[in-house]
């Protein structure tokens, strides 16, 4: 389901916790909204706690942040219709969680963390994140090459596809 080679310390299980945890708080949210909110979130995280959520590397794509696990886990299941166990992907890219969140995978201070990011204005916040840090606040985040990661991922030629695609 997630690719093995993600950076060292990635939390996979509460990477997907989050995942099912915003669109169980947010139905009908397509995945580049999903990715804008946990990226939110993850900033929260790193400022008020000193570390991220998941330990989730990040990539700029097209003016946004990305984070590579999420974007792995998506693709893997299947961009524009696909599932897994947990979660599928609607011909519109919405996530469906199949089950609910666990939350004994999500501790409270991430929880805490989507919480706010699920009621803020997204575009603005994050616009406001990229404004003060030019480096995307992801430097902090570990920020990769998207070259890199490509060559870390089983799925590389549909994620190239749905990149030069949009």
Do not use: W
């Not at 389901?1 to 990635?10: A, R, S, V, W």
């Not at 693709?75 to 666990?102: M, Y």
């Not at 994620?159 to 949009?166: A, C, R, T, V």
């Amino acid at each position: 389901m997630i690719n093995t080679d993600l950076p060292e310390g990635y939390q996979a299980d509460a990477a997907l916790e989050a995942l099912l945890y915003v669109a169980e708080k947010r139905p009908g949210t397509d995945y580049p909204a999903l990715f804008r909110i946990v990226f939110l979130a993850d900033v929260t995280h790193l400022r008020q706690f000193g570390t991220q959520m998941h330990r989730e590397q990040y990539i700029a794509f097209q003016g946004d942040p990305v984070a590579s696990g999420l974007l792995t886990l998506v693709t893997e299941a299947g961009l524009g219709g696909g599932e897994t166990d947990a979660f599928r992907v609607t011909a519109g890219n919405v996530i469906e969680p199949r089950r609910g969140f666990d939350a004994a995978k999500l501790d409270e201070a991430a929880r805490e963390c989507l919480d706010f990011a699920l009621q803020a204005d997204i575009e603005d916040r994050v616009s406001e994140v990229l404004e003060a840090n030019p480096a995307t606040g992801m430097a902090e985040c570990e920020l990769v090459s998207m070259g890199a990661i490509l060559e870390s991922v089983s799925n590389r030629e549909q994620i190239e596809q749905f990149l030069e695609e949009g």
